[in-house]
């Protein structure tokens, strides 16, 4: 079967994408047995079904239940069985009341960020990092008791990257308040503060956020437009790997964009990153009580996974949760935000993905933040030994760098909307190949690297063409 989801994909990948219709497609959570991870990224592809949790020998998914013209290329998993007709009942008690109760709203998220910095002008300052297409501000708030925050080490935290994963909105406030309370309470927290600039942005995707705790809906993307779709996943919308593990077609919950970093709030994150250049980075999602690492894109061993390793297990043991890279513990989703800080950006990026549920019941947001706070205090106290020694990157992953600009452009090539990857300036199939055909000449690391990924049976279906072709000029 894992052959023929291959051939989906291929073929999936040069149909025209679908517009999304007004209505947004009902979701019903499913589960089915594991019976080959590599089938899963061509689930998600396929534009049926959204992969949400791994575990225990199970997948439980989202599928939609509606569009059967781009569905009925889905071939169903064996043993599915239905968990909800309807992801958006979860949602139901807080339609009840009217509200998002306890959980931020992104009114209240803007607010707070404000306050903090007008109470505390020593430590604190808030800034707008971009605006989205609806117009809304992505705030920041910077953490620092450093007389120079240029010059200590840097971290990033950032959360609600996905609109229905309220949860994730809410540690990185809960982490604000131990910071900034602790200050005058606990030395061990004003050694950490003067010591190091710590950005935190709680709400990445406030358009996201807006519409699901309005229309008490479990939306995931953003809410661009173009023409009658609607919304990018934002964590498939980053540089490396792009395309890959993720969807053409706009009405699926895992589309990528019309290219890597077309959104406004990827372009926010990138523009952050490159400015303040930070060490480490630590996202928030959720759900499946995992600490993940790259690679996204591909199973291989990122450079520095022994390092990547050590931390992803000592966050692991102080939050009872499992560490590992994404495509090795769960399927390969290209596209995110970790895959591009680390190799683009020389971050140690890590991500949580947090509890087990989208939206936990509003008495469990305290305990959920509690339980997690050893795991980010010990990134938090790590962040000056990683700061000087950053990922190796610049000389070690060269290989893995290059192929990752041809595996983008080749799934680009295949998808109806190369023509405008072509447009805004993206490299041919054709112009990587001639270069490394050259390349391959004088470089045995990376014609073994192609040449071992070709005889790699989860990747022969795309490095074999190639292998041929580069042998061919």
């Known amino acids: ?43 998600e592809a396929s534009g049926g079904f959204e992969i949400v949790e791994v575990a225990g020998g199970r997948v439980v998914a989202l599928q939609r239940t509606e569009r059967p013209d781009e569905t009925a290329w889905v071939p169903v998993p064996a043993g599915l069985a239905v968990l909800s007709e309807d992801v958006d009942q979860e949602l139901a008690p807080f339609s009840a009341q009217g509200s998002e109760g306890a959980y931020h709203s992104v009114a209240e998220n803007q607010s707070e960020l404000a306050d903090w ?27 620092t008791g450093a007389a ?7 971290m990033l935290i950032f959360g609600l990257i996905h609109a229905r994963e309220w949860a994730s909105a809410e540690l990185p406030h809960y982490i604000i308040k131990k910071l900034v309370n602790g200050y005058a309470a606990d030395p061990a927290i004003k050694k ?39 919304g990018v996943d934002i964590n498939r919308n980053f540089e490396v790997g792009w395309g890959l593990g993720s ?28 400015r303040e250049r930070f060490h480490v980075t630590l996202s928030f999602h959720a759900y499946s009580e995992l600490v993940l690492y790259p690679w996204g894109y591909s199973e291989d061993d990122p450079p520095g996974k022994a390092v990547l390793a ?27 935000t970790d895959d591009t800080l680390f190799l683009r950006h020389g971050c140690w990026p890590f991500t949580f993905e947090l509890g087990t549920q989208f939206v936990p019941p509003e008495n469990q947001i305290d305990p959920l933040c509690a339980k997690n706070w050893p795991a980010v205090l010990h990134l938090i106290d790590a962040l000056p030994g990683l700061a000087q020694t950053p990922p190796p990157v610049g000389v070690a992953a060269t290989a893995s760098r290059r192929l990752a600009a041809l595996e983008q452009a080749w799934v680009r090539s295949r998808t109806a909307l190369f023509e ?41 279906g795309l490095y074999t063409p190639l292998v041929r072709a580069i042998r061919m000029r």
């Open 1 to 43: 079967m894992a052959r023929a989801l291959v051939v989906l994909f291929t073929l999936l990948s040069i149909l025209p994408a679908f517009a999304e219709p007004t209505i947004r497609p009902r979701l019903r959570k499913v589960t089915f047995p594991l019976t080959d991870r590599h089938e899963l990224s061509a689930l």
């Open 117 to 143: 910095a007008a109470r505390f002008p020593d430590l604190c300052r808030v800034e707008s990092i971009g605006r989205t297409f609806e117009g809304r501000d992505i705030w920041a708030l910077r953490i």
């Open 148 to 154: 120079d925050p240029k010059t200590v080490p840097r």
């Open 192 to 230: 950490i503060v003067d010591s190091r600039a710590i950005w935190v942005v709680p709400v990445t995707n406030p358009d996201g956020l807006a519409y699901s705790q309005g229309q008490y809906t479990m939306w995931r993307k953003n809410r661009s437009r173009r023409g009658s779709s609607v």
């Open 247 to 274: 969807s053409s077609s706009p009405g699926s919950d895992v589309y990528r964009g019309p290219s890597f970093a077309s959104e406004e709030e990827t372009r926010a994150v990138l523009a952050l990153a490159q």
């Open 310 to 336: 050590r931390h992803g297990k000592a966050m692991a043991q102080a939050n009872g949760y499992t560490p590992g890279s994404v495509a090795q513990i769960l399927y390969v989703a290209g596209g995110g």
């Open 420 to 460: 405008d990857m072509q447009g805004a300036g993206g490299s041919t199939v054709d112009e990587l190949l001639a270069t490394l055909a050259g390349q391959v000449q004088t470089d045995p690391a990376l014609a073994g690297e192609i040449e071992r990924r070709a005889r790699d049976p989860r990747l022969v």
